[in-house]
């Protein structure tokens, strides 16, 4: 069984830094699509980076400073996400799906979800 852990989320100012962690069980991330998602209240959850076979997607709310990296010796997917602003404020999720033989397509779809870390932006 897969299970999806996040960890790292906290409070920070606005221009802060913080470094999000999810870690896998029950496989192994280098078999896994991953992404990860955020979601404040009222709004629709919203994907802020998404990683494919050979490219990643940011959406141009988060590009540039966010990244994600995959640390396969730890089995655990980060999201770097630096210069934050207000709006960033939300329960950031972090989501996987099997690898096909493709690799991880645009379309790959998640099928394990953590259950979110709080990120909170304010002076």
């Known amino acids: 069984q897969v299970q999806l852990a996040e960890s790292g989320g906290g409070s920070v100012q606005p221009g802060g830094s913080l470094r999000l962690s999810c870690a896998a069980s029950?496989?192994?991330?280098?078999?896994?699509?991953m992404a990860w998602w955020r979601q404040t209240p009222g709004k629709q959850r919203e994907v802020v980076g998404r990683?494919?076979?050979?490219?990643?997607y940011y959406p141009s709310s988060v590009r540039g400073r966010f990244s994600i990296s995959r640390d396969n010796a730890n089995n655990t997917l980060y999201l770097q996400m630096n210069s934050l602003k207000p709006e960033d404020t939300a329960i950031y999720y972090c989501?996987?799906?099997?690898?096909?033989?493709?690799?991880?397509?645009?379309?790959?779809?998640?099928?394990?979800w953590g259950r979110g870390t709080q990120v909170t932006v304010s002076s």
């Open positions: 029950g496989t192994t991330i280098s078999d896994l699509c």
């Open positions: 990683l494919y076979t050979y490219s990643d």
């Open positions: 989501a996987a799906g099997p690898m096909s033989g493709l690799g991880c397509p645009r379309n790959w779809e998640a099928k394990y």
